[in-house]
């Protein structure tokens, strides 16, 4: 297994979550088998990265387009939710990991909708770990409702239009006041962003895995952080530039 090392690791890590129907498929299960193997990940994930010490973690676990999927599996994956809230309530509490959600959470099922809430408010105190989890997510809604916001807040006389600038935009963002990604990992082989934080991936390093995310646990989560510590992040200056500035 690859060992990355502890101090060069994301202050926030991404994943697009892909890959549990084919995980099924090939063996011949339902694709609700496969999202409920896909939940293990998310323990063993969630779990490996409190452990080393990462500070923000967020998970793509359902998207705005999602809602077209059938409405059987659509349903199972708000009980997995459920399940998956329940079961972990304690650990989160024992490990100082606060859950917070990106995604118009107001347009779930009432009943994962007020688990959410409550395992929020439970957690609001954590400090160690933030857990994201993109629900009914969509990145371009996501910049659509910022822009409307600052819209609203122009017209009221709260603001000015030149006022507008890149922070003012971010504070505006599910994410406001986290650190951008540095890390986006998308399991499965797909290559694509599927509308995911399109706003907070502007210098985000991508590690796209073939592996299906139901089988993507430690030894895979390692070899994409040491990956990552491997690269050289210029944001757009020279190399030279870099070691001078180390
Ligand atoms: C990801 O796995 C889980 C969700 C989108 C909820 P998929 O269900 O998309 O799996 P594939 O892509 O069909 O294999
Ligand atoms: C992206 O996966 C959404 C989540 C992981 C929740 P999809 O499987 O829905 O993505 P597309 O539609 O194939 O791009
Ligand atoms: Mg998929």
């Known amino acids: 297994m690859a060992t990355p090392t502890l101090t060069k690791l994301p202050r926030h890590l991404a994943i697009i979550m892909d890959g549990n129907g084919r995980w099924a ?19 063993t994930i969630v779990r490996c990265c409190r452990r080393i010490g990462i500070p923000i973690l967020t998970l793509y676990a359902f998207s705005k387009e999602n809602w077209q999927r059938p409405k059987r599996e659509v349903n199972a994956l708000w009980r997995l ?8 309530l304690n650990e989160m509490l024992g490990n100082g990991i606060r859950l917070n959600t990106l995604g118009d959470i107001n347009e779930l099922p009432s009943s994962v909708g007020d688990l959410l809430y409550k395992t929020m408010a439970k957690t609001s105190g954590n400090r160690e770990m933030i857990l994201n989890l993109a629900l009914n997510y969509s990145g371009r809604s996501e910049i659509v409702r ?3 916001h600052l ?3 122009c017209v009221a006389g709260a ?4 006022d507008v600038d890149e922070a003012a935009f971010a504070r505006h963002l599910f994410t406001a006041g986290m650190a951008d990604p540095d890390l986006l990992i998308r399991t499965s082989g797909e290559e694509r962003i599927s ?15 073939p592996v299906y ?10 070899e994409a952080l040491a990956d990552y510590q491997r690269r050289e992040r210029r944001f757009g200056k020279i190399s030279e530039q870099l070691v001078k500035e180390a």
């Open 213 to 222: 995310w139901p089988d993507f646990r430690e030894p895979q989560l390692m």
């Open 146 to 148: 910022a822009a409307r």
């Open 81 to 88: 939710l459920a399940r998956y809230l329940q079961s972990e």
């Open 195 to 209: 509308n995911f934080l399109l706003w907070q991936i502007a210098y985000t390093e991508l590690y796209l895995s």
């Open 25 to 43: 498929q090939e063996r011949n299960l339902s694709r609700i088998e496969g999202h409920r193997a896909g939940a293990e990940s998310v323990r």
């Open 151 to 153: 819209a609203e807040a």
């Open 159 to 162: 603001m000015r239009p030149e």
